[in-house]
């Protein structure tokens, strides 16, 4: 009997370390990843910059650093978790008409192809940086709320209820959030 | 690109729902991490209840976790967590050192001309030719 109790209190101990890991430890850790690649990735805008290819008072050059910074600095907010919260809040609720990609393609008016590419793929990092940090900074939510999500949407467009489920509508609306928040950065 | 009121109000009700929904998030979020941690003890307080013989290892939960394969398994699980995030960590900060040593010098080096360098490596780790 004694030996039971002390296996189970062996197990309690060991169940409240991987608890510490899993709920503390590894968010920090994903979270410090998510800013580090991003912090990289500002670099490289930076330098892109600092090359002459495009001005540092450039909009186009303006607006993507707003959008790195909203997401360096609320990227504890950005969880599987509050996307859904953010998404049943969020009902309802009318959307600004000037959406970061309307922003986006407004401030690259004018520029060489060759620049516009060049910044155009350093968007598209931040955004698969910001795909993997909402999947993997919460794997339980990931895991809880993504396959009957997708059973929904799957359900959902066979019955012919809504169009195809859009990854890029999605990340739009992150990345408007995003910079909505660095804009106000930039503003403060 | 100045913007309309309705532009502005429409933007400010997002940002409001937004932090409506990081409240409730964080709210949720702390019932689940401290949920786990009071299911632990009370499962750690019902196992030395026993110990004193008030109740009996009779709980499904109790009786799973006194298990002597359960008990190996999670330890292996709780140490094989703790090195890989020792591992992940310590790779995490070298690419931060990286980052940082390839910047600085170069800002530094517009200050002062003649500044002198630790001669580390790109990861902040011994350079090869420095080593005994």
Redesign the interface.
């Known amino acids: ?2 030996n ?2 002390l ?6 101990i ?6 510490y ?6 968010r920090a ?1 994903e979270l ?2 998510f800013r ?1 690649d991003l ?2 990735l500002r ?1 490289e805008l930076f330098d892109f910059a600092a090359s002459g290819k495009i001005s540092f008072d450039h909009r186009a050059y303006g607006v993507l650093r707003s959008c790195m910074n909203g997401y360096i600095r609320y990227g504890d ?1 950005l ?1 599987i ?2 996307g859904f ?2 998404k ?3 009902i309802g ?6 959406t970061f990609d309307h ?1 986006w393609s ?1 401030a690259q008016k004018g520029l060489d192809p060759e620049t516009k590419n060049e910044l155009d793929q350093l968007r598209n990092r931040m955004e698969r940086i910001a795909i993997r940090h909402v999947l993997v900074s ?1 794997p ?1 939510g990931t895991a809880i709320l993504l396959p009957p999500l997708f059973l929904v949407c799957a359900v959902a467009v066979a019955i012919k209820l809504r169009e195809a489920w859009n990854l890029r509508e999605n990340v739009s609306e992150l990345d408007n ?1 995003a910079y ?2 660095g804009d ?1 950065l930039a503003a403060a | ?1 100045a ?1 309309s009121n309705a ?1 502005l109000r ?2 400010n ?3 409001r ?2 932090n ?3 409240g ?2 964080s709210i ?2 702390n019932l ?2 401290y949920g ?2 009071v299911l ?1 003890f009370r ?2 307080y019902l ?2 209840d ?2 004193s013989g008030k109740t009996t ?1 009779a709980s499904v939960g ?1 009786n799973f ?4 394969t ?2 190996q398994a ?2 292996y ?2 140490g094989a ?2 090195l890989t ?1 020792g591992a ?2 310590h790779g ?1 900060r070298k ?2 050192i990286k ?1 940082f040593k390839n ?1 600085i010098p170069k800002l530094e080096a517009k200050i002062d001309s003649g500044r002198t360098s630790s001669r580390l490596n790109a990861k902040g780790e011994t350079h090869p030719r420095d080593q005994a």
């Open positions: 009997m004694n039971q109790v296996t189970t209190i062996a197990s309690l060991s169940l409240l370390g991987i608890c890991l899993f709920f503390w430890r590894y850790f410090a990843w580090q912090f990289c670099d907010r969880t978790w509050h919260f953010f049943l809040c969020a609720a009318k959307r600004p008409s000037v922003v407004h919460a339980e959030t909505l928040f106000e | 690109m913007k532009e429409a933007e009700t997002l940002l729902r937004a409506t929904s990081i409730i998030t949720f979020n689940i991490r786990a941690l632990i499962y750690g196992s030395i026993s110990l290892l109790i976790l006194a298990n002597i359960v008990s999670v330890a699980i709780l967590g703790g995030y992940v960590e995490l690419k931060t980052r910047r």
